[in-house]
């Protein structure tokens, strides 16, 4: 079984910056694929970004070149750098992963983590 545990939320003014972390532990190695997810109130969850064991990454259109999706596969933790916060990133974000090949099946996600919010104001 793998465990998801994600921290760094927090609250930061528009333009700001904050670093998510999602420590796994469990079977890992069986885990190809993770990504980060959000669910601001009202909407659907949201695919953000995600990468492989090769570190190849993809990202919604909504936050590429502000984010960064990054992995240490020795510590078996992932990340999300996020620059240039606005307003609209308000929302809880969830660490996720999945065994497959293609990373950028958002349905594919199966292991999930409890979240961590991010609150963005202007």
């Known amino acids: 079984q793998v465990l998801l545990a994600e921290s760094g939320g927090g609250s930061v003014q528009a333009g700001g910056s904050l670093r998510l972390s999602c420590a796994a532990s469990?079977?890992?190695?069986?885990?190809?694929?993770m990504g980060w997810f959000r669910q601001a109130p009202g909407k659907e969850r949201e695919g953000v970004a995600a990468?492989?064991?090769?570190?190849?990454?993809v990202y919604a259109d909504s936050v590429k070149g502000r984010f960064t999706i990054s992995r240490d596969n020795a510590k078996n933790t992932l990340y999300l750098q996020m620059n240039s916060l606005k307003p609209e990133d308000t929302a809880m974000y969830y660490c996720?992963?999945?065994?497959?090949?293609?990373?950028?099946?958002?349905?594919?996600?199966?292991?999930w983590g409890q979240g961590t919010q991010v609150t963005v104001s202007s």
């Open positions: 469990g079977w890992t190695y069986t885990r190809n694929c």
């Open positions: 996720a992963a999945h065994s497959r090949w293609n990373c950028g099946t958002w349905t594919d996600y199966n292991t």
């Open positions: 990468i492989d064991r090769a570190s190849n990454t």
